[in-house]
C-alpha cells in the first residue's frame, strides 16, 4: 500500500533530521569562497567534484524565482551541462554567470534533409561542446560504434576524398561534421531527437533517407543517438581522412607505457618511516611527500570494519562482529577479520559480481528479439565458485577462453572448464540477422571486444573497419584474431524456427559430473507443455488445409511453427522426470578452422588478404610460432595469461586496487592504450603486478596485502590543503567515500530486515523459458523472477529488462564491458528508498525483528542503528529518532485497530528512514 505524502515527507524529514548525510568535502570542511565557486564547492554533497540534478535542485531551493518554475529547473541544468553528462563541473556551473536571453533555436528545420537549402539548423549550446576532449569511453564508443558506419556507408559521398561532395556536407573530420553542410550542422551535441543527422538516417520530417540504398538497422542508428546524446565525443583532428592511410610503426608503438614488461623498481625511502606498513604503503607515500600531501589520520575502527566487510563481502557486518572486532585488542585483529572475510562465501559473490561486470553477462541476447539464455547462470556460479577456490588469475582467464581445450583430471574438472568458456558465448548478438556470415562476423567481432577489452585492457575491436587510429592495432591483427573466434563455434542454445534466424546448440556436460541441477519442471509443468504442443500442431495442420482450400500462402504457419519449436527446445532441456539435463552454453572448436580475410571497411562483401591466426603484433614480444591447428584459442589463452604478456597482470591488479579504493590506478579501467589514462603510481602498479604473478596469480593474496595496507585503512577525513593540490585524490591522500554497490543496496536491507537467504541459488528462474522476452514479460515472468531473498548476484540479469533496484542504483550495462560503473546520485534512487512496496515490506520486517528482539525504545535504536549503519546513535540522534517514533505512533494509532498495530508502523517508518539515508547507502 503506497504511503501518502505527509509520511513520505515525515520520513525524509527524519533522514535529514538525524544528520547521517555523508559526502566528501562539505561545506563546513572546505573554507569560504566567493561566489559561485563557494555555492558549488556547498552543495557538492558527495565531494565528487560534479553537481548531480539532485544536488543543483538543492542549490535552485535558494533562488526563488527559479524555484517557483520546474520547468526552469530543468532546462537549466541542461542548458548548463555541456557534455551531457548528467553532472555539472565547476567549469560549466560557473557558465550561469554568463547565461542571458537568447534566441531559442532548439527545433530542426521543418524540411530536415541534409541537402537542399532550407532555414538555419540549430547550432551547439556552446562552444565548448565542439573542443572539449572525449574520455577513453567515448573515444572507444566512437571507434567502435561511429567511425565504421560512417567510413563503410557515407565517406563516398561525403568527405574530402569522395569524387563529388554532396550536399556541402563532409563527415570524415571533426569539424565538418559539425559545421555541416547546405541545411547547416548536421547534429546538436546532447540533442539527438534535434539533430538532422538522425532525422536523415531514420528518413523523417521530410528528410531524405541516409545512406540512400539502405536503411541502417535500428542498432546502428541507436548507436548515433546515444553518441549524439553524450555529446558526440569525436577525437578526429582537422586532418581526418588524409591520415586514414598512416602505416602503423610497430616498434614505436612499443615503446608506450602499457606494453613494456613490469619492472621491480626499488622500494622508495619515505622521510616519515613510522607511517608505512607495506611496501605499497611506501610507493604511495613517496609520492605523497613528492607532492607535499600528508595522509589522513587512521579509520575509526568501526567504520574500517564496516568498509573491509562491504569490499570484500558486499555485505553489512553484523552487531556480533562489530562487538567482537572493537573487544579484540590484539595485534592482529584486523587481518583475522579480512582472513574471515576471505574464507566466506559471500567473497566470490561479491568479486564473482566484479568479474561479470568485465565478463558483460546476461540471461538474454539484447538487440532485437531478446532472446532468453536459460542456461547462461552455470557461467555465473563457475565465476562465482572460481574466486571462492581462489583459482589463480591466469587459469582462470585460459579455461574462459579455451576451457573445452585444456587437458581435465575428472569429468568434474572437464564439465566445470566447458561451462567457463560459456565467457564467450552469453555476449549480446542479434539472431535476426538474415546474412549467416554477417552473424558469424559480429559475434567475433564482440568476442575480441570482450576480451580484449577485459583482459588486455586494449580497445582492438576499433580495428575492424580500419587501423586502430591511436593504439599500434591494424586491421591485420584484428582478424589474425578474427580468424581464431570465426573458427570457434559459439554454442548459445536458441531453437530452431522461423523466427530465430541464427540458432545453436548447447555444450553436454560429462554424465559422470556432479554439477547443480537448477529448477526441476513439475509433471503439471511437462504436462501443460506437451499439451500447449499437440495444440499447437493440430492448429498447423488446420492452417495448412485451410490454405490450400483457399489457395493462400500460409502465413499463419510461421508462428506457430515458431511456437512449437520454443515449446518443444523448453521441454528438450529436460529428463522425462522433469530435472535439467546437463547442458550448458560455451564454444567448441569448428571441425574445419581456417584462416580470416581482411574484410575492406569491415564489410563481409569486399573480403580481401589472408591473414594467418595470430595475436596482437605490439604485445606479442617474444617468439610465438604460428597456429596450425585447431582454432588457435588454446594458443591465445597462454598467451593471454602468460607471465610474457605485460597487460595481463596490470589490468587485473588495476581492477583489484579500483574496488578497494574506488578508482584505479589507471583510471581508465578497460583502455590501456594510449588514449587511456597514464598510471598515476607506475611503479606500484607494476608492484602489485609482480607480486600477483610471484604468489601464483592469487586474487585473495593480493587483497589482502592491500587491505593491511596502511593506505587502505585511512579515514575518509577531508583536508582543504592536500584538496587544494589533489582534489580528486588521485594520490591517495584519504580514503573516498564511495557508494554501495546496487546489489549491496539490496543485500544489506535485506540482511538489517534479517531476511537475506544466504544460500546459493539453484539455477535461475530463466531456465524455466525459452524464446524471446516479451514472450515472457507478457505473462508477467519477469516480475516474477525478482521475487527472491538470495543475493543479488542470482538475480535474473536480462538485457532491457534489469531488475529495478539494481538499475537505479548503476548496475552495469550487461551488453557492455564494465571495468567501473557509473556512480550517480538522483531523485529516483531516494523516492524509490521512501516509496517501492519492497522496501517498505522489508522496513516491516526489520520493525518487528526490532520489537521481538528488544524490550525498550532505547535498546531497539540503538540496535537499528547497529544493524544498519555498523555504530551506535548519538545522543542527539537518539532524542531524535525516539520522538520521531511517539509521535508516528501517536499520530497513526488515530483509525488503527491496536497500539500494537500503530508502535509496529512507527518502527516500519523508523527503519525505513534509514535506509533512504546517505550514510547506510555509502561507506566511508
Not at 35 to 56: I, M, P, Q, R, V
Request: proline fraction near 7%; charge should be neutral; include cysteine.
Amino acid at each position: 500500500m503506497p504511503r501518502h505524502l505527509p509520511l513520505a515527507a515525515a520520513l525524509f524529514a527524519l533522514a535529514v533530521g538525524l544528520t547521517l548525510a555523508v559526502g566528501a568535502g562539505r561545506a563546513e570542511d572546505t573554507p569560504k569562497r566567493p561566489g559561485l565557486e563557494a555555492a558549488f564547492k556547498k552543495f557538492d554533497a558527495n565531494g565528487d567534484g560534479k553537481l548531480s540534478h539532485e544536488e543543483f535542485n538543492q542549490f535552485v531551493q535558494s533562488a526563488p524565482r527559479i524555484k517557483a518554475q520546474p520547468k526552469a529547473k530543468d532546462f537549466l541544468f541542461k542548458r548548463l551541462d555541456a557534455d551531457g553528462d548528467g553532472f555539472l563541473t565547476l567549469d560549466e556551473f560557473k557558465k550561469l554567470a554568463d547565461l542571458g536571453p537568447k534566441k531559442d533555436n532548439d527545433t530542426p528545420n521543418k524540411g530536415g534533409s541534409l541537402k537542399g537549402k532550407t532555414e538555419p539548423a540549430p547550432t551547439p549550446k556552446n562552444n565548448a561542446e565542439a573542443t572539449k576532449e572525449p574520455t577513453a569511453e567515448q573515444v572507444a564508443f566512437f571507434e567502435k560504434k561511429i567511425r565504421p558506419v560512417l567510413v563503410g556507408k557515407c565517406y563516398s559521398c561525403h568527405s574530402e576524398s569522395a569524387e563529388k561532395i554532396k550536399g556541402g556536407l563532409t563527415l570524415d573530420t571533426r569539424a565538418g561534421l559539425r559545421k555541416g553542410g547546405e541545411s547547416g550542422p548536421a547534429l546538436v551535441p546532447g540533442a539527438p531527437k534535434k539533430s538532422l543527422l538522425i532525422h536523415a538516417l531514420r528518413g523523417t520530417d521530410n528528410s531524405a533517407q541516409m545512406p540512400p540504398k539502405e536503411k541502417l538497422t535500428e542498432d546502428t542508428i541507436a548507436d548515433f543517438e546515444k553518441w549524439i546524446a553524450m555529446g558526440a565525443p569525436d577525437p578526429r583532428g582537422k586532418a581526418g581522412a588524409k591520415n586514414a592511410n598512416a602505416a602503423i610503426d610497430i616498434e614505436q608503438g612499443r615503446t608506450h607505457w602499457a606494453f613494456q614488461p613490469p619492472k621491480a623498481a626499488a622500494v622508495p625511502a619515505v622521510k616519515n618511516v613510522a607511517w608505512p606498513k607495506t611496501d605499497a604503503d611506501r610507493f604511495l607515500l613517496a609520492k605523497l611527500e613528492e607532492k607535499g600531501l600528508t595522509p589522513a589520520s587512521d579509520a575509526d575502527k568501526r567504520a574500517i570494519l564496516r568498509r573491509v566487510t562491504f569490499d570484500l563481502t558486499g555485505l553489512p557486518p553484523t552487531p556480533e562482529e562489530l562487538d567482537e572486532f572493537l573487544n579484540d585488542n590484539s595485534p592482529n585483529a584486523f587481518a583475522k577479520v579480512v582472513d574471515r572475510l576471505l574464507a566466506s562465501p559471500a567473497f566470490g559473490e561479491t568479486w564473482g559480481r566484479h568479474w561479470l561486470d568485465v565478463a558483460r553477462y546476461a540471461e538474454s541476447s539484447g538487440k532485437e528479439q531478446n532472446i532468453v539464455y536459460p542456461h547462461a547462470w552455470r557461467y555465473r556460479d563457475y565465476v562465482i565458485q572460481a574466486f571462492n577456490k581462489d583459482k589463480p588469475y591466469a587459469r582462470f582467464l585460459r579455461e574462459q577462453l579455451a576451457g573445452d581445450l585444456i587437458p581435465a583430471k575428472d569429468d568434474a574438472e572437464k564439465a566445470e572448464q566447458l561451462i567457463a568458456t560459456g565467457y564467450l558465448a552469453v555476449g549480446p548478438k542479434s539472431h535476426n540477422e538474415p546474412n549467416p556470415l554477417h552473424f558469424r562476423l559480429d559475434v567475433a567481432d564482440e568476442q575480441i571486444d570482450a576480451f580484449s577489452q577485459g583482459m588486455l585492457g586494449m580497445t582492438v575491436a576499433c580495428a575492424r573497419c580500419h587501423d586502430h587510429k591511436f593504439d599500434p592495432i591494424p586491421t591485420h591483427d584484428y582478424y589474425a584474431l578474427a580468424g581464431i573466434f570465426t573458427s570457434t563455434e559459439t554454442k548459445f542454445g536458441i531453437p530452431q524456427g522461423g523466427v530465430f534466424r541464427q540458432n545453436a546448440s548447447l555444450i553436454d556436460l560429462p554424465t559422470g559430473a556432479d554439477v547443480p541441477a537448477g529448477l526441476v519442471l513439475s509433471k503439471t509443468e511437462q504436462g501443460f507443455l506437451k499439451k500447449r504442443v499437440d495444440d499447437l500442431k493440430k492448429e498447423r495442420d488446420e492452417a495448412r488445409e485451410q490454405a490450400r482450400k483457399d489457395k493462400q500462402p500460409p502465413i499463419r504457419l510461421v508462428g506457430i511453427n515458431n511456437q512449437i519449436a520454443i515449446l518443444e527446445k523448453q521441454l528438450s532441456h529436460f529428463e522425462a522426470d522433469g530435472s535439467p539435463k546437463k547442458q550448458a552454453m560455451g564454444v567448441g572448436d569448428k571441425m574445419a578452422p581456417r584462416d580470416s580475410p581482411v574484410y575492406t571497411r569491415g564489410e563481409p562483401e569486399k573480403p580481401g588478404e589472408i591473414v594467418s591466426r595470430g595475436f596482437l603484433q605490439v604485445v606479442n614480444t617474444v617468439h610465438t610460432p604460428p597456429v596450425k591447428n585447431g582454432s588457435g584459442r588454446r594458443e591465445l589463452a597462454q598467451w593471454v595469461a602468460s607471465k610474457d604478456n605485460p597487460l595481463t597482470a596490470r589490468v587485473w591488479a588495476n581492477r583489484v586496487w579500483l574496488h578497494l579504493f574506488g578508482r584505479g590506478i589507471v583510471s581508465s579501467p578497460d583502455n590501456f592504450g594510449t588514449t587511456g589514462q597514464p598510471p598515476s603510481h607506475p611503479e606500484l602498479l607494476d608492484y602489485l603486478a609482480l607480486s600477483l604473478m610471484e604468489h601464483g596469480w592469487s586474487t585473495k593474496k593480493l587483497i589482502r596485502g592491500i587491505v593491511l595496507s596502511h593506505a587502505y585503512q585511512m579515514s575518509s577525513t577531508y583536508d582543504a590543503k592536500n584538496a587544494a593540490t589533489d582534489p580528486d585524490n588521485v594520490y591517495v591522500w584519504r580514503m573516498s567515500k564511495r557508494r554501495l554497490g546496487a546489489e549491496s543496496v539490496r543485500d544489506a536491507m535485506l540482511a538489517v530486515a534479517g531476511q537475506l537467504d544466504i544460500t546459493p541459488a539453484n539455477g535461475s528462474p530463466v531456465g524455466r523459458f525459452e524464446g524471446p522476452v516479451q514472450v515472457l514479460n507478457r505473462g508477467g515472468g519477469m516480475a516474477v523472477m525478482a521475487e527472491t531473498n538470495h543475493r543479488s548476484v542470482y538475480l535474473p540479469i536480462v538485457r532491457g529488462q534489469v531488475p529495478e533496484v539494481l538499475e537505479l542504483f548503476d548496475f552495469a550495462e550487461p551488453s557492455l564491458v564494465t571495468g567501473a560503473r557509473d556512480d550517480t546520485s538522483v531523485p529516483s534512487q531516494g523516492l524509490f528508498l521512501m516509496n517501492n512496496p519492497s522496501v517498505m515490506k522489508l522496513a516491516e520486517k526489520t520493525a518487528t525483528r526490532l520489537l521481538g528482539r528488544y524490550q525498550s525504545p532505547t535498546e531497539r535504536v540503538d540496535a537499528a542503528f547497529r544493524l544498519t549503519f555498523g555504530r551506535s546513535p548519538t545522543p542527539t540522534e537518539a532524542t531524535a529518532a525516539t520522538t520521531f517514533i511517539d509521535s508516528f505512533a501517536r499520530d497513526s494509532g488515530k483509525g488503527r485497530k491496536s497500539a500494537t498495530e500503530a508502535e509496529k508502523a512507527a518502527w516500519a517508518a523508523f527503519s525505513q528512514a534509514l535506509f533512504a539515508t546517505a550514510e547506510f547507502r555509502y561507506v566511508d
